[in-house]
């Protein structure tokens, strides 16, 4: 058959993401470019490599053996994770293991579904896969370890150096949530450097057939695919990936029983498909049809001299020595492991009175005892595996878990998991928020800042649409492309109030035509238990300002007033409702937020403006006594009480019938540092002042 030059075929091979869609390409002729540039001797070693095997399979002749395993690879699953489905259970990697099993070792049944013409060469690879029982340090392991990083989203060879074991004794396979290309999973052919760039990455729902993954023949035999590349197998159709081209015809995958074909470019399953003049092997694991079912002998062969080729770095893997050291030897018994303890709750933002089930995800062995320690929950500690905790008392809490067996035990404390809320927002509606008397921010459940990495939202006062104050993010310098910044608000009591709505001020600049940096307001009915879009711009879209490459400060005329939809039966008469300014940047320019106006109709009484019209609450801050002053034209049951962030009685200041004229009142005395609330209850009338206690 016809070859081509290895040197100029060094694969990066993608699968699609998607078991029904297109065919999508990838970067492979960039990839090639990448790999020689930063090591111009990958391609001298890639030939190296062909020339080794080519001489190997000469050697080696028409040998159709079966029944034994000749080579035992040591695996090490590294389970990438932030806590979403993509940490898949050890169950789900323990049914991948025995699907690559059967796959290398022609156990499946299934195999008798392969088109006659190519029952005959139907190989029995011979290797066998095994979960490794000691790390690199000869510490016990059950071959899987699990990271938590948000690199999941993204995964490409950066996951790689978060964490990697030593690439000459384990075959290393990384389990992410998407890979940054878009792709199911990638392998690089042998002799790639550096050493920690080699393995498999692959998405979670393409590992095994149970658990994430859907369960089809592509999904589940993707990563036999992938393991395929990691062994030294080229598609069927040659060293692209471009499958379904008619010049795949002229390319070669360099084995001698798989016909020249183009390749199936639809995910169908055509087995009397021939393309390039004879009938195509589309049931071939290397093909990109949705019937994977078969190695050829010539594979075969091919892989067998990767596995004993000093160019290839896969030929120490199934030493005995190693076998030894990694506990992958036929009779090894390995020591009872102890747990390492993690758990994730499956809520972080709740209202106060809300149970939150805490889910035990330890791992390396299985825990037989757990203890949980939980301050603010009730109960505050617990003996079962996956407890129900309740929270009534508002507060940001941390959660220990100490997870146990005969091996040992081990503990973990998760710092602020959980937010807890008042059931009822602290601020009457309409209020407005101008950050002139807000307090510290971030400041516990009440205002709240989420940091990716880098530059954080923070009060400032830099610039301001009115006073001296606004919320800031410093996106010119210091804030990485592709980061996510987020600062939540408290929460609103938007009781007998309908027709709502809420604006803010805003001053953007973009650094380019091409910005994509986003905004987006989410809001909330139940604490931030769940969140729903209401605003999003993006780009230009977003920019008061045009674009500006300069570090940006507005001046007075490059704000803008944007407003959110919440009119919906969703957050009107709400006790509670709050909301969350996301901002995702891609090379953008600082951005303020100023004035968050949330207003509505009340459905009783006469509006807060004529209740109490020359209302005053002084000096604020205040770092003694504060005064309160109004004056009513009627008689009225007036009730005044100070709480605290957390809705609690602190004071109560008033709670008579008061005739018409003029009132003067004094309190906070006794009042620690912190924040607080005057609320005003008459009648049908409620109205809320924020006032700043510093001492």
Known sequence: MKTILLAAAILVTVLTGSYAQQFRTCDTDEMMRKAKLEDPSYA??????????????????????????????????????????????????????????????????????????????????QVQFRLAQLDPNGNCTDGITRTVSSLTYAGDDQVKQLINWPQNKYFNIWVVQTIASGAAGYAYFPGITPAYKDGVVIRGDYVGSIGTSNGSNYSARSLTHEVGHYFNLAHTWGGTNNP??????????????????????????????????????VQNYMDYASCHLMFTEGQKARMHAALNSSASSRNNLHDINNLIATGTNDGFVPSP???????????????AGTSITYNDLSWTADPTSWNWDVPGGTPSTSADQ??????????????????????????????????????????????VEDFENTGPIPSSYDWIVENEAGNAWQLSTVAAFSG??????????????????????????????????????????????????????????????????????TGLTLSTAGILS????????????????????????RPSVRFKFEYSQNTGNNIYIDDINITGTSTVGIQDVEFLATLSVYPNPTNGLSNISFSLSEPQTMKIEITDVAGRIVEVVENNKLQEGNYNYSFGKNLSEGVYFVRFQSNDNDLTRKVIVTK
């Open 468 to 537: 001296s104050n606004s919320m800031r993010l410093l996106n010119h310098s210091g804030n990485a492309n592709g980061t996510t910044d987020v600062f939540v608000t408290p929460g609103y009591d938007l009781t007998n109030i309908v027709s709502a709505s809420m604006t803010f001020q805003l001053a953007f600049a973009a650094r380019s035509n091409s910005s994509t940096d986003q905004l987006k307001v989410f809001a909330s009915n139940n604490c931030g238990q769940q969140w729903n879009i209401r605003y999003t711009k």
């Open 244 to 281: 379904g081209l008619p010049q795949n015809c002229s390319d070669d995958d360099f084995v001698q029983d798989t016909p020249n074909t183009i390749g199936v470019n639809n995910f169908s399953c055509d087995t009397t498909q021939i393309t390039c003049g004879t009938l195509d092997n």
């Open 386 to 431: 996956n407890p129900v905790i309740q929270y009534n008392t508002p507060g940001v809490y941390d959660v220990t878990l100490t997870a146990s067996n005969a091996g040992g035990s081990n503990s973990t404390t998760r710092t602020g998991i959980v937010v807890v809320s008042p059931a009822t927002g602290a601020n009457a509606v309409p209020f």
């Open 550 to 573: 300069a570090s940006f400060t507005p001046t007075s005329a490059q704000w803008r007033q944007e407003n959110v939809n919440i009119s919906g039966v969703a957050y009107n008469n």
């Open 44 to 125: 001298v070693r890639l030939a190296e490599l062909q020339q080794f095997t080519e001489s190997y399979v000469q050697q080696a002749g028409n040998q159709k053996t079966s029944g034994t395993i000749i080579y035992t690879i040591p695996v090490v699953f590294h389970v990438i994770h932030n806590y979403g489905g993509e940490n898949i259970s050890k169950a789900q990697i323990l049914d991948a293991v025995d699907i690559l099993n059967k796959s290398f070792q022609k156990f499946y049944a299934d195999s008798v579904d392969v088109a006659l013409a190519f029952q005959p060469i139907i190989a029995d690879v």
């Open 337 to 351: 492991c102890a747990p390492l303890a993690d758990f994730n709750g499956d809520i972080k933002y709740i209202c």
